[in-house]
């Protein structure tokens, strides 16, 4: 059996919501065969980060280069990097290894405001690691910060959107989570040339953890399996839709996402007709 592989590379949610633990959920529900290289260790759960425990960014590239030399992924994903260190180390492997399909998540603070992303390494990121990529995925917030411009309108979003494109990322996907202004989530892509936006309802409630994790690894999943950037932003977005609508309300804090809900409700639909 042929199968497609993802590299995650990314930092442990203790809580399985975020993180390394949504990544590769997501990889195994969309049938790509996951692999992971950790960045740290953090102690969290529904309710916030107690602790964060950085890999050293030697720990982090022997993991790289081990995948790279026996395990060439077929799309790669970065999610929480935490320092320049890291960012620098994981950019060198991406660029030797000449991987292309690569899906940067920009994580900076965990829903809590925990910081996973030192303000220091925002440089690195900008000069080193989103120039190799295929995608950006961040959310209002992030856009804002390696922009630094204030994002209101779909103006401001699409402005953000070219100014991330000209530092180097071929599309730019903003997400529009923490847009709360209307009855949708709205996500905007933008590849250079065109605007494309992605629109669902929007669910009212808690369990948003790991959302952004969850989207852009369904968005490298898709990538591994060798769709276009455009079809695969489509298929994450009915992933996490249906991860968000069929929360699973677990801890007493933001509980993570429902990774079954994609595959259940495509099962359901073959039993059951719709
Ligand atoms: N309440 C919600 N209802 C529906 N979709 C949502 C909701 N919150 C976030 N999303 C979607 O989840 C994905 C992740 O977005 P976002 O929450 O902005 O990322 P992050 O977790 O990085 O802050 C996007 O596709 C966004 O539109
Ligand atoms: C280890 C780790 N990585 C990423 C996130 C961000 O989570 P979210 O997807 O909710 O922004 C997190 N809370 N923890």
């Not at 590239?61 to 929480?80: C, F, H, N, R, Y």
């Not at 994790?213 to 968005?219: L, N």
Request: overall charge negative; hydrophobic content about 40%.
């Amino acid at each position: 059996m042929k199968v497609n592989k993802a590299l995650t590379i990314a930092g442990s949610d203790s809580g399985g919501g975020a993180g390394i633990q949504a990544d590769l959920k997501t990889f195994q529900e969309l049938g790509v065969f996951g692999m992971s290289a950790l960045t740290a260790v953090t102690a969290q759960n529904t309710k916030g980060v107690q602790d964060v425990y950085p890999m050293s960014a030697e720990a982090v590239v022997a993991q790289i280069t081990s995948i790279g030399e026996d395990l060439a992924p077929d799309a790669v994903k970065t999610g929480m990097l935490f320092n320049a260190e890291i960012i620098e180390g994981v950019s060198r492997e991406i660029a030797r290894y000449k991987w292309r399909n690569v899906v940067i998540d920009p994580v900076m603070i965990a829903k809590g405001g925990a910081s996973l992303l030192q303000k220091e390494a925002i440089s690195s990121m900008k000069e080193y690691l989103i120039p190799l990529s295929m995608v950006i995925t961040p959310n209002i917030p992030e856009a804002e910060v390696l922009t630094g411009l204030t994002i209101k309108t779909d103006q401001d979003k699409k402005d953000a959107a070219r100014k991330l494109h000209d530092i180097g990322a071929r599309n730019v996907m903003i997400k529009g989570g923490h847009d709360e202004s209307g009855n949708d989530a709205t996500d905007l892509l933008f590849n250079g040339q065109n605007f494309y936006e992605f629109r669902s309802k929007r669910i009212q409630t808690v369990n948003t953890h790991g959302t952004g994790c969850t989207f852009s690894a369904a968005i490298t999943a898709g990538l591994a399996e060798g769709l276009t950037v455009l079809n695969a932003v489509e298929c994450a977005k009915k992933f996490i839709q249906a991860a968000i609508e069929d929360d699973l309300q677990l801890g007493s804090g933001h509980g993570p996402t429902n990774h079954w809900a994609y595959n259940r409700r495509k099962k359901e639909t073959l039993v059951h007709g719709s």
